[in-house]
Each structure stands twice: as structure tokens, then as C-alpha cells.
């Protein structure tokens, strides 16, 4: 059986071999959708196979991306892993994925490692120790992009959620339904980008609304004994801002062993929407972020970078979406 090539989709595409080639690659931003449509059409109807090992001979590419996420654990960091893998499964590229277990040095082994495979370039979710490490990728013009961190002196693009808005949408939630005693809990701040960036606005707006703080920061594995040491002592607020999904899950714990009641007894929002948080009894009102654009656009960044394109080495910000759930007490309204 003859090989269908890349000059069979274009003929029956009616476009030009490099009108395919654009597409194939991702780089189609520019292309109508009819084009892209009869393309896509031509390549299944075909049953078009690129020669993978052809193009990595001819451009030096492996077709091959890396992903070190710091924590696997984290829904956001499934739903990221997804959106590249998506975005690489389109232009023909592999995705070998690396989970960091938030430590530096296994997260420095991933990169070394993926470095001699010689892979194309790698998005990171970066833990807090590798300054250096990622100062010398971009120095020696490695394509890096960072997602959800901003690592200091490392001049590589980052693409992550606007914290402060996020933190801000679901204080105003909070004190618009008469909350005045208001919780943020965190894992250790650690040099973490959104911790930090949360934590900071959570003070400015109690500061900003004479409010007194109530931060309860702590690992994982001791956040339900802080929570119940509050809890004895009287002094755990009526409203808590959880920072993030594991978070979330060592709050509802602790309020379970405790007797607590959502909402009559505690007030609950979190910041990521994760898959059970519709589900729960009551449901749990979110502030979500959009993690698969943020994913998507890291990823077409990426390859932009991999194919020789100037892209500005900024922070790119992504609105959050309050979506209002059954967690929080409307004492505004009794």
C-alpha cells in the first residue's frame, strides 16, 4: 500500500503543502476555520501518519515535551498535565510527565534527566529551590515555561492565576453576606508563588476592612489539630478562605471529626474547583481557575519557543470565576 504524504492532505485539502505543515504543527492562529476544518477532514480520511522520525532528523527534534509538576497530587496539576498533553497530541509531539513530590533535588534530577534525551523543551510547575538551575535554561536558550510559580531572577515566561483577585472575590463573597471574622488556611508559605501572593492579599483586604486576622498555616499532616486546638479554644472564625484543594480536604476533615456544620457552624470557600466540591453535601462554593486555558496557552507558548518564535518572558494572568455553592451562611439576608 502506498504511504500517504503530505502533499496527499494537501491536494485533498485544496491548500498548499505548507498550509498543512502550519497546521500540523500547531501554528495555525492565522488560518480560517474552513482550512483548518478540511485539513483535519483530509488527515483522517487519509489516515495520515507523519513521519515522525523523518522530521526529528531533519529539524534536530525529538518531538518529545517534558512536564515536571511540583505536586502530582493536585487537581489543578492533573488538569495542566492534560491540557499540554492535548495541545502536544495535536501537533505530533509526546509528553513525558515527572511528578517532583515538591522536593528540589528529585526535581533537578527530572531535568538533567530529561535534558539528555535531549527533549524539545519542558513546562514546569517548579518547587522553590532551583533558582539557579532554571537561570542557566534560560541562559543557554533551553525552552522553559513556568505554570502557576514565578521563580526570582529566572527570566522565563509563567503562566498562573491572578491570586489577588481570586483572594479578593471570595473575601468580598464572604463580607457580602455579613461574615466579619474571616480564616485563610494555607500549607507553609515556602517560597510558593499563589501561597504567598493569597496569603499577602488576604492581609491586605483585613487590614483594608479593619478586620483582625486569623491565619491557620500549617503542613498538611497537622492542619486538623490546628483546626481543633481553634476549635476548643473558641477562637476558629465563622468563615474560612482555603487556599487550595489538599487543603480543602484536611478542612473538611477536621470539621467532621469536630461535629462541625456547613454552613450553620462554619462558613466554607476554597480557591480551585475540584471534582467533588459540586457533589458534596452541602456543595462547596469555589473560586475556580481556568487551569486548562492556563495549560493550553503554556503549552502553545512552549511550542512557539521550540519553533524559534520571540515570545516576551512575562506573567500572563488568568481571571478566577466565583461559582456560588450552598458553603457559605447568608447572615446579610436573615
Given at each position: 500500500m502506498k504511504r500517504v504524504t503530505i502533499n496527499d492532505v494537501a491536494q485533498a485539502a485544496h491548500v498548499s503543502k505548507t498550509t498543512v505543515s502550519h497546521y500540523l504543527n500547531g501554528r495555525y492562529t492565522a488560518m480560517g476555520e474552513d482550512t483548518k476544518k478540511r485539513i483535519?477532514?483530509?488527515?483522517?480520511?487519509?489516515?495520515?501518519?507523519?513521519?515522525?522520525?523523518?522530521?526529528?532528523?531533519?529539524?534536530?527534534?525529538?518531538?518529545?515535551?517534558?512536564?515536571?509538576?511540583?505536586?502530582?497530587?493536585?487537581?489543578?496539576?492533573?488538569?495542566?498535565?492534560?491540557?499540554?498533553?492535548?495541545?502536544?497530541?495535536?501537533?505530533?509531539?509526546?509528553?513525558?510527565?515527572?511528578?517532583?513530590?515538591?522536593?528540589?533535588?528529585?526535581?533537578?534530577?527530572?531535568?538533567?534527566?530529561?535534558?539528555?534525551?535531549?527533549?524539545?523543551?519542558?513546562v514546569v510547575i517548579p518547587t522553590e529551590g532551583n533558582a539557579g538551575l532554571f537561570t542557566g535554561l534560560a541562559a543557554d536558550g533551553y525552552p522553559t515555561v513556568f505554570v502557576d510559580r514565578i521563580i526570582e531572577g529566572a527570566p522565563v515566561p509563567s503562566f498562573m492565576l491572578d491570586n489577588e483577585t481570586a483572594v479578593r472575590v471570595a473575601f468580598s463573597h464572604l463580607t457580602g453576606k455579613g461574615h466579619s471574622a474571616i480564616g485563610f488556611v494555607s500549607q507553609p508559605?515556602?517560597?510558593?508563588t499563589p501561597?504567598?501572593?493569597?496569603?499577602?492579599?488576604?492581609?491586605?483586604?483585613?487590614?483594608?476592612?479593619?478586620?483582625?486576622?486569623?491565619?491557620?498555616?500549617?503542613?498538611?499532616?497537622?492542619?486538623?489539630?490546628?483546626?481543633?486546638?481553634?476549635?476548643?479554644?473558641?477562637?476558629l472564625p465563622?468563615?474560612?478562605?482555603?487556599?487550595?484543594?489538599?487543603?480543602?480536604?484536611?478542612?473538611?476533615?477536621?470539621?467532621?471529626?469536630?461535629?462541625l456544620i456547613?454552613?450553620?457552624?462554619?462558613?466554607?470557600?476554597?480557591?480551585?474547583?475540584?471534582?467533588?466540591?459540586?457533589?458534596?453535601?452541602?456543595?462547596?462554593?469555589?473560586?475556580?481557575?481556568?487551569?486548562?486555558?492556563?495549560?493550553?496557552e503554556a503549552a502553545w507558548s512552549l511550542f512557539d519557543i521550540i519553533n524559534g518564535e520571540e515570545r516576551p518572558v512575562k506573567t500572563h494572568r488568568f481571571t478566577p470565576e466565583l461559582i456560588i455553592r450552598e458553603s457559605v451562611k447568608d447572615y446579610a439576608n436573615e
Open positions: 483535519s477532514r483530509a488527515v483522517r480520511d487519509l489516515n495520515y501518519q507523519p513521519n515522525v522520525v523523518a522530521k526529528s532528523l531533519k529539524d534536530k527534534k525529538t518531538m518529545t515535551i517534558g512536564i515536571i509538576v511540583a505536586n502530582i497530587l493536585h487537581s489543578f496539576s492533573t488538569q495542566i498535565i492534560r491540557a499540554i498533553e492535548d495541545y502536544a497530541r495535536r501537533v505530533n509531539y509526546h509528553v513525558i510527565v515527572c511528578n517532583a513530590d515538591n522536593d528540589p533535588h528529585k526535581e533537578e534530577d527530572y531535568i538533567r534527566m530529561l535534558r539528555a534525551k535531549q527533549i524539545d523543551g519542558i508559605l515556602c517560597g510558593i501561597r504567598h501572593e493569597r496569603m499577602d492579599e488576604y492581609r491586605r483586604l483585613c487590614g483594608k476592612n479593619d478586620m483582625g486576622t486569623f491565619e491557620i498555616v500549617g503542613k498538611l499532616d497537622v492542619m486538623e489539630d490546628c483546626i481543633s486546638r481553634l476549635t476548643s479554644e473558641g477562637k465563622g468563615a474560612l478562605i482555603v487556599s487550595n484543594d489538599l487543603a480543602l480536604f484536611e478542612v473538611l476533615k477536621a470539621l467532621k471529626h469536630l461535629g456547613i454552613p450553620d457552624d462554619v462558613s466554607i470557600i476554597t480557591i480551585d474547583d475540584i471534582g467533588f466540591a459540586e457533589f458534596f453535601n452541602p456543595a462547596i462554593t469555589v473560586v475556580a481557575q481556568p487551569a486548562f486555558s492556563i495549560g493550553t
